[in-house]
């Protein structure tokens, strides 16, 4: 071979260049080595952690008070319960077979984490959207949750067990799909590839139209401006948010002052490009907001701050810990978990939000960004039948895209390639974890029916 033919750009073999045969011959012999029936086997580990183990360890480091919040929105319907298990999911992954290709993982990619929002030059887009969890990870894990979530919100909105065992199997079909289209493209145009109205019509989702179409509209509406409206008030010169307990409240002056002070750090871990433009800004007013479900007991601020001529910017300021997936991926971490989490989001999703960056409080790490970014999404949980199996095929279509961002398209395509064996695998996988997800739901139930987790419904 010509010494030129043998160049790269890097000497690690995780990023070798491979030719598109060597990389297409890397699938084919990998699905020799984990046949498409293997992605159904759900094994659970004899060290399975008990519901009240993994509650309680996933409340560690949460605002005691917040608790009993958290508790209340896991307890509203197993969906609910399975978005705050991400942690124990992945421990029951770990045990699963995997092909060993890798990608960036969204790592809790359940149905209700997709969603629209506006990337850097303003365009509202539709993507994956929470990256809290997010690690590099087999591909495989991210596809599972979806498809495990989508049975979940079928069941509880009373579909069917073939209708949303179809949104499963469907969502792993327009997985497969997109990614066979994504790797005959030119690596520039997979990478740009945008998920825009263009690539949703592709999967021909006409049941969803209707909710799509609201989404966006709210999309438009969900900003800055519209929650200064709606959350803030004039007092003299000082520009102030309401407090709305517990959901809405004001932090003390120190507090304040220390997140503010972090802010002047964040700007520094915001590309050169945007630093100008987020130091024209003036802030006013810091409050803390409980936010999600799995979020619930994490500190979160939003900030206040003035733009030109009473233009209003809210930033979130978001705690960041470990991933509930460190556990069981091997990879090289950041020392910063904000880092951690805005570095995924900015690897996974085609485009994003101008204002992302991290900084830190004390010794404790968040995130920031801003907040009601044009943001909407479709809850799965109040779809019909035909409209969850659109929105199946759309958020597969969507995990695909997100994952050939980091992995290899074309060799994913190769191991893929006349999967519908694989489809109804992973369906038939989503069933199972579904089954445990509801007898884990029972469980967490008993324990807060026993008085042993304390719960506060939602306000």
């Known amino acids: 071979m010509d010494a030129r033919t043998q160049r790269t750009l890097f000497a690690d073999a995780d990023h070798a260049w491979l030719s598109a045969d060597e990389a297409r011959d890397l699938g084919h012999a990998l699905r020799e080595k984990v046949p498409f029936e293997a992605h159904a086997e759900l094994t659970l580990s004899p060290a ?11 409340n560690e480091g949460r605002v005691e008070d917040l608790i009993p919040i958290r508790i209340g929105r896991m307890s509203e319907t197993p969906f609910t319960f399975y978005r705050g298990i991400a942690g124990l999911m992945a421990h029951d992954l770990h045990d699963d077979p995997v092909t060993g290709l890798h990608a960036q993982l969204c790592g809790d990619a359940h149905a209700a984490n997709f969603g629209l929002f506006a990337g850097r030059l303003g365009g509202i887009i539709m993507d994956v959207n929470d990256f809290d ?10 596809l599972k949750r979806l498809a495990a979530s989508l049975v979940l919100a079928g069941r509880d909105n009373g579909i069917d067990r073939d209708s949303y065992s179809k949104a499963a199997r469907h969502a792993s079909r327009a997985y497969r799909r ?8 030119t690596f520039l145009d997979s990478w740009r590839t945008l998920p825009d109205d263009t690539a949703i019509s592709e999967i021909k989702a006409k049941h969803l139209e209707d909710d799509l179409e609201d989404a966006r509209e709210k999309a438009q509406r969900n900003a800055s401006r519209r929650v200064a409206d709606k959350w803030t008030v004039q007092d003299g010169d000082r520009w102030r948010f309401t407090d709305d307990p517990p959901i809405r409240t004001h932090v003390t002056d120190d ?21 100008t ?11 803390h907001r409980i936010v999600g479900t799995g979020s619930v007991g994490l500190r979160s601020y939003l900030v206040l701050l003035e733009g030109n001529a009473g233009e209003a910017l809210i930033l979130q300021v978001k705690q960041a810990t470990a991933s509930q997936l460190d556990p069981y991926v ?12 805005i570095e995924g989001t900015k690897l996974v999703q085609a485009d994003h939000d101008v204002t992302l960056g991290w900084t830190s ?46 992995g290899d398209p074309r060799a994913l395509s190769a191991y893929l390639r006349k999967g519908k064996h694989f489809d109804r695998a992973i369906a038939a996988y989503a069933n199972a974890y579904a089954d445990q997800a509801e007898q884990d739901y029972r469980k967490f139930t008993s324990l807060i029916d026993a008085g042993e987790l304390p719960i506060q419904r939602d306000v």
């Open 48 to 58: 399975r952690p008990t519901i009240a183990e993994h509650i309680h360890r996933t």
């Open 133 to 142: 969890e997010t690690v590099p990870g087999p591909w495989e894990w991210d």
């Open 178 to 185: 997109t990614m066979h289209r994504l790797a005959d493209l």
């Open 255 to 275: 507090v304040e002052e220390q997140v503010i002070e972090a802010l002047r750090h964040y700007i520094e871990t915001v590309p050169a490009a945007q630093r």
């Open 277 to 287: 433009l987020l130091r024209r800004y003036r802030p006013h007013d810091v409050v």
């Open 330 to 341: 091997h990879y090289t971490a950041p020392e910063h978990h904000g880092q951690r989490v």
């Open 361 to 406: 409080i004390d010794d404790q790490h968040y995130y920031v960004r801003q907040f009601r970014n044009h943001k909407a999404d479709i809850d799965p949980e109040t779809l019909t039948s035909k409209n969850l199996d659109d929105y199946g095929r759309l958020t597969g279509a969507l995990l695909a895209r997100a994952h050939a961002r980091t």
